[in-house]
């Protein structure tokens, strides 16, 4: 068999075979500057009981549990239609307020050989009545002290959601700070946007070592 393969390969014309080897060797030298991603953190709001216990909420300066709060904003979990599995998280804007409001993941711990490197997150992501540019994904880094040290890019709002009411997948990208020893995911809201619905499911980030 792998005779027969090697014969038949060794008819084709010599420009073919240049074209595939130069494309073998591209392919080498990608994966060789890619190195595979590690995944720090999955969430994709499943198992999880009548609450979501890891994601917090701030508003105002107070910060506490996701679902603890019920105005200006209500966190729940959703089973009505999640982008995987059997549910996914329901944020809901119900009435208009002032300044920022943060629904947040709990700490994601950063391996030492990680800190430094790139950070990638992936999310699904639907809205409803969301005006464009007022939500938006960022990822907040802490040093093994838990001072903050920033968001990464400068940016609360790196990976901005878009008001579709299709799942899409949002990502936010960039480099961590050489002392970021845990991450947090926020999303960062206008809590003028209200009233409007974000949905988000299928959580992933991942590091790459980057030479
Ligand atoms: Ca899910």
């Not at 393969?5 to 500057?33: C, E």
């Amino acid at each position: 068999m792998s005779l027969s393969i090697f014969q038949s390969a060794g008819r084709w014309p010599v420009r073919l075979t240049l074209a595939v080897a130069a494309l073998t060797a591209a392919t080498v030298n990608a994966a060789a500057l890619a190195p595979a991603p590690i995944i720090l953190d999955e969430d994709g709001f499943e198992g999880v009981p009548a609450y979501i216990p890891d994601w917090g909420a701030g508003y105002q300066g107070v910060y506490k549990p996701a679902t603890g709060w019920k105005e200006p904003f209500r966190v729940t979990l959703d089973k009505e239609d999640p982008h995987s599995g059997l549910a996914c998280m329901r944020i809901a804007f119900a009435a208009p307020g002032e300044g920022l409001i943060r629904v947040h993941s709990s700490g994601i711990a950063v391996p030492e050989n990680l800190r430094g490197q790139r950070v990638r997150v992936e999310a699904y992501v639907r809205g409803q009545d969301l005006k464009p540019g007022s939500v938006g994904l960022g990822v907040l880094q802490k040093d093994a002290a838990g001072k903050t040290l920033g968001y990464v890019g400068l940016e609360p709002k790196l990976a901005p959601v878009a008001a579709g009411e299709d799942w899409i997948k949002i990502t936010a990208e960039g480099l961590l700070n050489a002392q970021a020893a845990s991450l947090i995911l926020m999303f960062t809201a206008e809590a003028d946007t209200a009233p409007g619905i974000l949905w988000v499911d299928d959580i992933l980030v991942l590091s790459a070592l980057t030479e």
